[in-house]
């Protein structure tokens, strides 16, 4: 069965800059969608950016487009996602998630896509 397992979490500034990773084991991602999803105190998951791994296509959310970015590394089996210009509203724990089938689709966002999870990492923009 596939397994994630996602980078470590992180303290950082307002306008400050990170990357985390999320591994694959016990099995290949050619044939999956990876999405990264967050959740906040008091709030629902919601979906923060998929990309299909075959085809490299990606979706974003409005809030993170232009400042987020999903990269895949084929030779090693893992999904990067690079956050810029980090604002307070962006503090969640980040998982990354994975369902079987190629592209995203569109229910990229939805928690219930997904069958396959990481553990979750903290992240936190404090002013």
């Known amino acids: 069965q596939l397994q994630l397992v996602e980078s470590g979490g992180a303290l950082v500034d307002p306008g400050g800059s990170l990357k985390f990773s999320c591994a694959a084991s016990?099995?290949?991602?050619?044939?999956?969608?990876v999405g990264w999803l967050r959740q906040a105190p008091g709030k629902e998951r919601e979906g923060v950016s998929c990309?299909?791994?075959?085809?490299?296509?990606?979706n974003y959310a409005g809030s993170v487009k232009g400042r987020f970015t999903v990269g895949r590394d084929n030779f090693k089996g893992t999904v990067y996602l690079q956050m810029s210009n980090l604002q307070p509203e962006d503090t969640a724990v980040y998982y990354c998630?994975?369902?079987?089938?190629?592209?995203?689709?569109?229910?990229?966002?939805?928690?219930?896509?997904?069958?396959?999870w990481g553990q979750g990492t903290q992240v936190t923009v404090s002013p």
């Open positions: 016990g099995d290949t991602l050619d044939n999956y969608a």
């Open positions: 990309i299909s791994i075959q085809d490299a296509s990606t």
């Open positions: 998630a994975a369902t079987l089938g190629q592209p995203c689709g569109h229910s990229w966002y939805m928690e219930r896509t997904y069958g396959y």
